[in-house]
């Protein structure tokens, strides 16, 4: 088996996305990191729509995913998988990044580009955690976010 096409346990969770385009980028970064599954919840676009088929570059007809009303029932099914759930979110109760020692399996749990995570799910995640940042905004593109976190996990896992 080719190691670049090896699945890693490693999920994203895409709660309320707006953008066609971030979710077809996070599809295309996604098949690049292995990802295992992704969970579309509420109104996020799937790969039916042509923004998410444009951007994903042919990605979400790799990549595997499902979609979701509630996020809570994705937290049953991660829960279920043993898979640890991280939030993340600019705060100061999130722990930093490159501090913190990824478990595996793993789901990233992204929220709303404009609004973020709501706090009920913060609070049902395992981790909260938070990209350290030198800037005033404050705040990155979450497909950005998502190739962050991503790739910071996956060299954590080879290193182990």
Known sequence: KNPQTEKQPLFIVLDH?????NVGSIFRSAECLGVEHIYLVGYTPSP???GVQKTSMGTSQIVS????DHIKDVFDILKTKGVKSLALETSDEAEDLYQ???PKPA????????FGLEPNVI???D??????????KNSLNVANTFGIVGFEIL??????
Do not use: V, Y
């Open 17 to 21: 996305l707006r953008s066609a385009f």
């Open 48 to 50: 039916e729509d042509l």
């Open 65 to 68: 995913w499902s979609t979701h």
């Open 100 to 102: 913190f020692d990824c």
């Open 107 to 114: 789901a990233i749990i992204l929220g709303n580009e404009r």
């Open 123 to 125: 609070k049902q995640a």
């Open 127 to 136: 981790h909260l955690l938070q990209i350290p940042m030198l800037g005033q």
């Open 155 to 160: 060299r954590q896992w080879k290193t182990q």
